[in-house]
């Protein structure tokens, strides 16, 4: 009858190793790391890596426009408590606004360049050929596509760009940064092989999108993206009508629109070639499930 006080016993050294477990893998939220991200998909990735030691939140709140955002006095002050600042680093314009201000205000705010090492590419292009290496803020959006995230293979270097500034940050913790992040670059090489796969039997590899946000994404997987319209500006009636005699000679029928920009003038395209306008956005924050919504978008639209 021995079986049974061992029995109690180990159960009740699996439950304190269960919580002293839980404890290692996490801090009351006062004391965590606190995290600033300029958008929501670099939020996402400082979540996954950060995990239970951090503290996140976002300068450009769900539906806005990093072409256009003016972060709130409330946003600025959030940063005086906050030991890093994760920014896109690739010519977002608010970021060139703010960066040297948030620089001055904030001297010893840790500052992670998630854009570090990538290859840019020029704004606008279509066959999605890469660029040269991005040095910090010397180009802008004028000359390069800032949208280098929507790539799978440039994520596996933002997550290690997060990864290390996380660890440089937050030093005691950088063995857990480092499992999450090396857990997190084995689901993007996976999620890249799954759209791969999606994307394999697709015969008309052009689409059309209204902002010019998709082109890293275009070059990973083979595909052309058409813009409609550059920096943010309105069309003229030139220009939209050389859209619609573009589109018509693709055999395009899908204008993908970003939530962000407003969709009148897709919606004219869209009438003018008989077609639909669906929507893609490029700044969600579930990084991966977004571009398994988006792939399934466009292969639906090039079919």
């Not at 608010?94 to 205000?105: A, G, H, P, R, T």
């Not at 275009?218 to 309105?234: C, P, V």
């Amino acid at each position: 009858m021995l079986f049974m006080p061992i029995r109690f016993v180990a159960v009740a050294l699996l439950l304190l190793f269960s919580l002293f477990c839980s404890g290692c893998t996490s801090k009351p939220a006062e004391k965590r790391l606190r995290v600033v991200a300029s958008i929501e998909p670099l939020a996402y990735f400082a979540q996954r890596i950060g995990g239970g030691y951090v503290t996140v939140s976002v300068m450009v709140p769900s539906g806005g426009n990093p072409h256009t955002y003016e972060p709130t006095p409330k946003q600025m002050s959030r940063l005086g408590a906050a030991k890093l600042f994760v920014k896109a680093g690739s010519g977002v314009e608010f970021e060139l606004d703010l960066m040297q201000k948030i620089v001055s205000m904030y001297p010893g705010l840790r500052i992670c360049d998630a854009s570090s090492g990538i290859q840019m590419q020029p704004a606008g292009h279509e066959n999605g050929v890469q660029g040269e290496v991005h040095d910090a803020e010397e180009h802008h959006h004028g000359r390069f596509d800032p949208h280098y995230w929507l790539s799978p293979q440039n994520a596996l270097v933002i997550a290690e760009n997060v990864k290390r500034s996380l660890a440089e940050a937050d030093p005691g913790h950088s063995a857990y940064y480092q499992a999450n992040a090396d857990r997190l670059k084995e689901e993007l090489r996976e999620l890249s092989s799954e759209l791969h796969v999606k994307l394999a039997q697709v015969v008309n590899r052009r689409f059309l999108v209204f902002h010019p946000a998709w082109g890293y994404y275009a070059s990973d997987f083979a595909l052309q993206q058409i813009a409609a319209e550059e920096e943010g500006k309105t069309l003229t009636p030139r220009q939209l009508e050389r859209v619609i005699q573009k589109a018509r000679a693709n055999r395009i029928r899908v204008v993908f629109v970003s939530p962000q920009f407003s969709t009148v003038q897709a919606e004219t395209i869209a009438r003018e070639i008989g077609g639909v306008t669906r929507p893609v956005d490029p700044l969600a924050f579930d990084y991966q499930e977004n571009l398994r919504r988006a792939t399934d978008a466009f292969k639906g639209g090039m079919q």
